[in-house]
């Protein structure tokens, strides 16, 4: 039967990246998505900014929602220091498995756990199966309608400390509206935007940072 887009992209990883070598794996499903075929991967431009805000909180602890084929994964994996909890859901098991060869491929599977299944499902009992207290650092890129009740049970669940830094990617295109509307104006979230384009494309599009006080 027919390969599907992830499998093609996972692919042009093995043919075109170094084993082992994240920078490569980045670059060769950038090429992939720029010269073959378009995928919904945080991409190049977005990616840079992500690695600065990464970089800048510097986490001890780890939660991206929305895997997909890993590239984000490894972007945020190959920063991190050792030691650091990082937990990274997808919700659809094709994605899940040519993440999981994608990450194992860059050499960075012994940072990730890769969780399998849907995020409402999962948030409520991250802190009893992973030993969580708090996340210093979440990456919203799942579906756009769950980033709204997903942060409302990361209070709820008191999944946030003071200073934990929330990054949703998506703000623009497709769009998550009544989740910028909460962060802008609850007085809990300090809340900047990132001008930036929708991956691979001039599509006007960004990142919304949100800083938990507390
Ligand atoms: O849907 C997008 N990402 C979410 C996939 C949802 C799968 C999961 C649900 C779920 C639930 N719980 C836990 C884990 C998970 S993973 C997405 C779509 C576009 C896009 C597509 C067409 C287009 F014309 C313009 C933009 C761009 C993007 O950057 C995206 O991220
Ligand atoms: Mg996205």
Redesign the pocket.
């Given at each position: 039967t027919r390969s599907t887009r992830p499998q093609r992209m996972l692919k042009a990883v093995q043919k075109n990246a170094i084993r082992g070598n994240p920078e490569s794996v980045i670059s060769a499903i950038d090429y992939f998505c720029k010269h073959s075929e378009w995928a919904?991967n945080?991409g190049d431009e977005k990616g840079c900014i992500l690695d600065s805000v990464v970089t800048e909180v510097d986490p001890s602890t780890v939660l991206e929602?929305?895997?997909?084929c890993g590239y984000s994964t490894v972007r945020i994996a190959r920063l991190l220091s050792p030691g650091t909890k990082f937990i990274t859901?997808?919700?659809?098991p094709a994605s899940a498995e040519v993440a999981r060869k994608i990450i194992a491929y860059a050499g960075l599977q012994d940072k990730v756990t890769l969780v399998e299944?849907?995020?409402?499902d999962?948030i409520p009992q991250i802190k009893k199966l992973y030993g969580i207290t708090t996340f210093d650092f979440i990456f919203l890129?799942?579906?756009?309608d769950?980033y709204l009740p997903d942060i409302k049970l990361f209070e709820e669940y008191g999944l946030l400390g003071k200073g934990s830094v929330l990054l949703a990617?998506?703000v623009i295109?497709?769009g998550t509206p009544e989740y910028l509307e909460y962060v802008r104006n609850s007085p809990r979230y300090e809340s900047r935007y990132y001008p930036s384009h929708?991956?691979y494309t001039k599509v006007e599009d960004g990142l919304e940072k949100s800083l938990f006080l507390g």
């Open positions: 919904m945080v929602l929305g895997t997909y859901v997808e919700f659809n299944g849907a995020s409402g999962l890129d799942h579906w756009k769950r990617d998506n295109c497709p929708l991956e």
